[in-house]
């Protein structure tokens, strides 16, 4: 029974470049977050998708933006990258309307802006 | 401002020795979890309570939410080298719209010493 992975695991772009982060959850689920995490912090949420739709959203400019697939798979894209959006990227998925259970992350992506 | 609050922020014991770490909030959560991230690496579910009081085990890992659902904490017993690692906890809630986000504390950075 896969997990959630996500790709690519490191990546390096530029200042103001666009990047595409891509997940696939753990099979049965149909519900995938997105986080942000800094090294040493906790994860700061993103946003949601279920049904195709942006459910939730946490406190992050319009740079980030994200699309949940028919297959359940996410993306999770940033527009004009900033320095400080140098961070490690964790998706995690549970199935919509579980109650209790925890989520499943993936490895994450390592985010580096130069 | 910081909905869930973990303490200590950093500790650093030697192999044996006993630990607890705490997560406090303000607010009632329908559940909580625990999860430990290693370095490069999502964070892995360890423990879900959903019931006030509840006290749950996983070997030498002891686990208990507060009666008023408001708090949690782990207690280490006997910690071991392999322990080490970051010490997330995360309170459920649900929004109007009847949609579960997660609360996540900053984490307790573990560190035991052989």
């Known amino acids: 029974d896969a997990g959630v992975t996500q790709s690519p695991t490191h990546l390096i772009k530029t200042r103001g470049q666009q990047v595409t982060l891509r997940c696939s959850p753990k099979?049965?689920?149909?519900?995938v977050s997105w986080y942000q995490q800094a090294l040493g912090q906790g994860p700061q949420f993103i946003f949601q998708y279920y049904e195709e739709e942006e459910r939730q959203r946490g406190n992050f400019p319009d740079r980030f933006s994200g699309h949940q697939f028919p297959n359940y798979s996410s993306e999770l894209n940033v527009n004009a990258l900033l320095l400080g959006d140098s961070a490690l990227y964790l998706c995690?998925?549970?199935?919509?309307?579980?109650?209790?259970?925890?989520?499943?992350f993936g490895s994450g992506t390592r985010l580096t802006v130069v | 401002t910081q909905l869930l609050e973990q303490s200590p922020q950093f500790l650093s014991i030697q192999e044996g020795e006993n630990l607890t770490v705490y997560c406090n909030s303000s607010?009632?959560?329908?559940?909580l979890q625990w999860y430990r991230q290693e370095p490069g690496e999502g964070p892995v579910l360890l423990v879900t309570?959903?019931?006030g009081g509840e006290v749950k085990k996983l070997k030498r890992l002891t686990f208990q939410f507060g009666d008023a659902r408001k708090d949690s904490s782990l207690h280490i017993t006997a910690a071991q080298p392999g322990d080490t690692g970051l010490y997330l906890c995360?309170?459920?809630?649900?929004?109007?719209?009847?949609?579960?986000?997660?609360?996540w504390g900053l984490g307790t950075s573990l560190a035991v010493n052989p």
């Open positions: 995360a309170g459920t809630k649900y929004n109007a719209g009847n949609n579960r986000k997660l609360i």
């Open positions: 995690a998925s549970i199935l919509g309307g579980d109650r209790g259970f925890g989520y499943t």
């Open positions: 607010s009632v959560f329908s559940s």
């Open positions: 309570v959903v019931t």
């Open positions: 099979s049965g689920h149909d519900t």
